[in-house]
């Protein structure tokens, strides 16, 4: 069977709606957490490596 893992958000710790595979590759892909946070990430091997950290969302104000 193949090795199926969550992608945690690298800031909280929390679960995504991702999974990845031990045969997946990803490149500079835009993670988002249920708390709002976006990260840039790269995935081989299931390795996950951060590329950038994104602030949170900011509200507009009329």
């Known amino acids: 069977m193949e090795d199926v893992n969550w992608i945690l958000c690298p800031i ?3 679960k995504t709606r991702n999974k ?3 045969d997946t ?3 500079n892909f835009p993670l988002y ?5 976006e990260s840039l990430i790269s995935v081989h091997d299931l390795e996950i490596t951060i590329i950038k950290k994104e ?8």
Do not use: F, V
């Open 33 to 37: 957490c249920p708390k709002k946070q």
């Open 20 to 22: 990845i595979r031990s």
């Open 55 to 62: 602030p949170d969302a900011k509200t507009q104000s009329h």
């Open 25 to 27: 590759e990803l490149k």
């Open 12 to 14: 909280y710790k929390d």
